[in-house]
């Protein structure tokens, strides 16, 4: 078999390997092919006068393994688009396309990839080559803050989102996050009505988004708590807040497609400048792979205790910001943060308590 290979080799034609002085035999490759045609298919190398091939060997021992290799990758990777017809052909005597062996074409269904012969595969592999990826925004409110949705939206006509509609490696769908149900809150509902009405907007922001989804928490009433005057007295002043987020948090990474990230945005959070959206996703690109982006606080409020304050109360992350819900670590933190649901912990806002873990 080694014989043959190497026969094979040394008699390819010169365009291919570019060898010319390695023959082994007295045939040229236009006569082993014809000799083939006449064996009936019960040789693939006619019998010939053996030559001794450990000088050419010597001599031209790199040619001859680069030689060897190119067989090989070709014979490899030439099965992946054919199959052999029913000739009783070995295996082990398969060799490129340039030789005589008969070879019968896959069928464009078979095909295991994009070829000329199959081009709505080749198509499809375009397409998914460039599959969008897939952001939420996030825009909580709860019965308290339902009248600031709507015009929460308003900044968003002055300071666009975008500035040339759907992106072209992006696909961006708007979530509605309400800490209650709406069948038990009219205004909330009529607010929620109000900003799909705008999405629909073609002039507006909407042309910058895919889709409006609404989330419902259904956090019960008296557990709905976003008090923080009450801290000291009250365990779960901020409990609201804090089941919402986690309920949003999971919902949007159980839902199919899957999504990249969650843009967590508060209603009393406005955008400054145009193309913000764009701006954020450009950020994540650049500081990616991450589980959390965001910003620490930078007001001035704390000047006056600066010294005071707890390490991880200074550096934390305002919850305004990008989480990416399929990182292990960012989902070993809400694990924690929903065992902790009944503990002292929870009367820690959720930004502030990921801080401290």
Request: charged fraction near 20%; proline fraction near 6%.
């Amino acid at each position: 078999t080694l014989h043959k290979k190497l026969s094979f080799v040394l008699n390819t034609p010169k365009y291919w390997l570019g060898i010319t002085s390695l023959k082994t035999t007295s045939l040229t490759w236009r006569e082993n092919m014809v000799a083939y045609n006449q064996s009936s298919h019960r040789e693939l190398i006619p019998k010939r006068k053996k030559r001794p091939i450990f000088k050419p060997l010597l001599t031209n021992g790199f040619l001859l393994i680069l030689a060897l290799c190119t067989v090989f990758l070709n014979t490899s990777s030439i099965n992946k688009f054919f199959i052999y017809e029913e000739s009783g052909l070995q295996p082990a005597r398969r060799m490129h396309e340039s030789t005589v062996v008969r070879l019968r074409r896959l069928s464009n269904a078979q095909l295991p990839f994009a070829t000329t012969a199959n081009p709505a595969v080749r198509t499809n592999r375009r397409a998914q080559a460039v599959e969008k990826k897939r952001f939420a925004v996030v825009r909580t409110f709860s019965p308290n803050d339902s009248e600031k949705l709507v015009p929460s939206f308003d900044s968003w006509d002055v300071f666009p989102p975008c500035s040339s509609g759907f992106y072209s490696y992006y696909t961006i769908d708007l979530f509605l996050s309400y800490s209650q149900l709406l069948s038990s809150n009219a205004e909330a509902q009529s607010a929620v009505d109000e900003v799909i009405k705008k999405f629909t907007t073609t002039e507006g922001w909407g042309k910058c988004l895919n889709e409006v989804h609404v989330i419902e928490a259904n956090i019960e009433p008296e557990f709905d708590l976003y008090e923080p005057a009450s801290v000291q007295k009250n365990p779960l002043w901020v409990n609201g807040p804090n089941r919402q987020f986690i309920h949003s948090y999971r919902s949007i990474q159980q839902r199919n497609p899957k999504y990249e990230a969650m843009i967590a945005l508060e209603p009393d959070s406005h955008p400054r400048i145009e193309d913000w959206l764009e701006g954020l996703l450009e950020e994540v690109e650049a500081n990616a792979p991450l589980a959390i982006l965001g910003s620490k606080y930078d007001g001035h409020s704390w000047d006056s205790f600066l010294d005071a304050v707890p390490l991880a109360l200074l550096h934390h992350i305002n919850g305004n910001a990008v989480y990416n819900i399929s990182h292990p670590y960012l989902n070993l933190i809400v694990n924690e943060l929903e065992e902790e649901q009944n503990t002292i912990f929870n009367s820690i806002p959720y930004d502030y308590r990921i801080s401290q873990m």
